[in-house]
């Protein structure tokens, strides 16, 4: 129930029946600590002599002497201070339930962008791996030490990626390890490259399809035989 007056109630208040019923069961809802009645109330729709008494207990509790003249107004402080008191639970929903992420062999390791050259930056060394088939992510950083992560973290990847088995069933977090990004120009212009993962499991070699040497790599270019690599932790960041 929630207090609704259609009048005063109490001292020198209009007092119809109805108003009178819902002022005393409101009030018998007050703690005692919190001004409400030490007997509860007949609810009755008589606004008598102990009604009175327990508006302005609650009245003096709340407010002080000042506002102690045993009337309730609608509208006004003791209204909707009383009627706090009435408002039903709020009954939330549960928490969505957290989706745990489940251990998988097959993965998908891919860049932030589709250049396929990189590595002359800092921040190009974020890698987002993804499980197959259940789509858990995680974020890593190739970086020379842990937790030394440029900023902003990129929240979408959608460059080259390739796919790769781990050696047992893990998750998307647990690919943290020491890594070596090897790239090698071939005749032809092309470049061979690949990702180590030395992981506790197991190395993983990863064949990939960014390389870093060319336009946007760590060397520009140079002649059939040239390598280069970037090592450090595959550290985990999101």
């Known amino acids: 129930m929630t207090l609704f007056l259609s009048a005063s109630v109490g001292h020198r208040g209009s ?13 018998n809802k007050v703690p005692l600590d919190e001004g409400g009645s030490p007997v509860p109330l007949k609810l009755d729709g008589k606004c008598g002599p102990k009604t009175i008494k327990a508006i302005q207990r609650f009245q003096l509790h709340h407010f002080g ?9 609608v509208g006004k ?6 009627v706090l008191y009435t408002l039903p639970e709020l009954k939330l929903p549960p928490p969505p339930a957290r989706r745990i992420e489940p251990k998988s062999l097959k993965f998908i390791i891919m860049r932030e962008n589709a250049n396929d ?27 020379r030490q842990q937790g030394m992560h440029p900023h902003p973290i990129p929240t979408r990847f959608d460059g080259h990626f390739s ?3 781990a050696k047992r069933a893990i998750t998307t977090k647990e690919f943290e ?13 092309t470049s061979d490259s690949h990702l180590t993962l030395f992981l506790e499991s197991g190395t993983i070699q990863i064949p990939m399809d960014a390389h870093l040497i060319g336009p946007q790599g760590i ?15 595959f550290d985990f960041v999101s």
């Open 15 to 27: 007092n119809q029946h109805k108003d009178v019923m819902e002022v005393q069961e409101a009030i």
């Open 65 to 73: 002497w000042g506002g102690c003249d045993g009337l309730i107004e």
């Open 77 to 82: 402080q003791t209204y909707l201070k009383l």
């Open 117 to 143: 050259s990189f590595g002359a930056k800092n921040r190009d060394h974020y890698f987002e791996i993804r499980s197959v088939p259940h789509n858990f992510a995680s974020v890593y950083f190739l970086g």
């Open 163 to 165: 796919i790769f088995r």
């Open 177 to 189: 390890s020491q890594a070596v990004y090897f790239t090698r120009e071939k005749a032809g212009n």
């Open 219 to 233: 060397i520009s270019g140079g002649h059939p035989g040239t390598s280069t690599f970037r090592s450090g932790i």
